[in-house]
């Protein structure tokens, strides 16, 4: 079955640097576009940043310059380079797929931006 298993969150100051892998089994990764969410206490899960099976990617304004996404399909791993934290960026990060219009997701990694 479809698993996503993220990791690499934490409590890290302001201005620092985390970054968080998913793990995915039971698919053919390198076919599918990946994608990491984010949601904060009492907000809407919302796409920062997302990266096709060719490796075009696109981000949310908020983190654009700061963040990078990558995959390494020899690992069936995605990754979300995160620098220059700021508090804002405090939420919980999901990784995400779709697999015949069915969206899968990880368990969700906290990542908290705080001196």
């Known amino acids: 079955q479809v698993q996503l298993v993220e990791s690499g969150g934490g409590l890290v100051h302001p201005g620092g640097s985390l970054r968080l892998s998913c793990a995915a089994s039971?698919?053919?990764?390198?076919?599918?576009?990946m994608g990491w969410y984010r949601q904060a206490p009492g907000k809407q899960r919302d796409l920062v940043a997302a990266?096709?099976?060719?490796?075009?990617?696109n981000y949310a304004d908020s983190v654009k310059g700061r963040f990078t996404i990558s995959r390494d399909n020899a690992k069936s791993t995605a990754y979300l380079q995160m620098k220059g934290l700021r508090p804002e960026d405090t939420a919980v990060y999901y990784c995400n797929t779709a697999i015949f219009l069915r969206d899968y997701w990880g368990q969700g990694t906290q990542v908290t931006v705080s001196s």
């Open positions: 039971g698919f053919a990764f390198s076919l599918y576009n």
């Open positions: 990266i096709t099976s060719g490796g075009s990617t």
